[in-house]
């Protein structure tokens, strides 16, 4: 919640604070730190009271982050107007994976929803040409979340490894809560990497 409301602040504020170059990105972004502030009540809701009415609202925030960031890759990296057209079906595609799932029994899309932006972030970020410098910061942001999702994944054996002490569920939380952060410092880090390239996406 916190970097959350950090990066919406910083958004509004992106002159100061972030290198936002195009309108679209300004979007796409805040609805990433939307997503990621809501997670945090989604969260906190479903451990409170775990069953599969409250894990849809803890599942429907991460799905906004995850489509907010391919949204942003596609205008950086692609094409300003496709990208900035794309955030609204995207994020809409999230949602329904979560309902359709809540209603009918069938995670598959969800799932496939989800490894669709774990895969095409990670390889959008190196197989197509950056707009701005510090573009590794992505791939940093990507090998977090791998890792949450497998300390998820061995959550037992994690637990019974350190002697009932923290479970791989807990490490999953910390290690997401890296994504937002390592893509903080990168929009407060970065500069412009090719004027001709910002000036091809914006035409």
């Known amino acids: 919640m916190v970097i959350g409301l950090i990066g919406l ?9 972030f290198n936002i170059s195009l309108e679209g990105e ?11 502030t809501s997670v945090a009540f989604g969260s906190s809701y479903y451990h409170l009271h775990p069953d599969d009415a409250s894990l849809l609202w803890d599942r429907i925030p991460m799905t906004v982050a995850f489509a907010s960031l391919m949204a942003i890759l596609i205008i ?13 079906p995207l994020i809409l595609i999230g949602i329904i994976s979560n309902v359709y799932w ?4 069938d995670i598959r899309l969800y799932v496939l929803a989800q490894s669709a932006a774990c895969i095409a972030v990670p390889l959008m970020a190196t197989l197509l040409p950056p707009m701005y410098t510090h573009s590794p910061y992505w791939l940093w942001a990507s090998g977090f979340y791998l890792l949450a999702m497998l300390q998820e994944t061995t959550d037992r054996v994690i637990y019974a490894f350190t002697f009932h002490t923290v479970s791989g569920h807990t ?14 410092l990168m929009l407060a880090k970065r500069s412009v990497y090719s004027e001709k390239l910002l000036h091809a996406k914006t035409a």
């Open 9 to 17: 602040v910083l958004c509004h504020r992106r002159s100061s604070y």
């Open 26 to 36: 300004l979007w796409g972004w805040k609805c990433f730190y939307a997503g990621v």
């Open 76 to 88: 950086e990296r692609i094409d300003a107007k496709k990208g900035i057209h794309a955030i609204v």
């Open 102 to 105: 809540r209603f009918f029994g």
């Open 171 to 184: 490490l999953k939380h910390l290690s997401a809560a890296m994504v937002p952060v390592i893509l903080t």
